[in-house]
């Protein structure tokens, strides 16, 4: 998708969705997806994926501001 706004994704997930029933979605969390969730019936839920990859990174983040070289589970 070319531009993330409201009106396309909403578009998007309107056409590709049209004859099929509409019990879930899944997206990378991208907050607008709620809202579209909502609106046209469908439960939503984040990918695993993504649930992993922005809890590594927050990780990362705070190991480089801590300047740890590794991290130690105990």
Known sequence: ???RTYG??????????ENQNRI?????GFSTYSIIADELGFKHQRSVFHL???VQEKVMDELKKNEYDTLIIR
Do not use: N, Y
């Open 24 to 28: 879930s979605i899944t997206t990378d």
């Open 8 to 17: 396309a994704m909403k578009d998007l997930i309107e056409t590709v969705t």
């Open 1 to 3: 998708m070319e531009h």
């Open 52 to 54: 992993f990859k922005d």
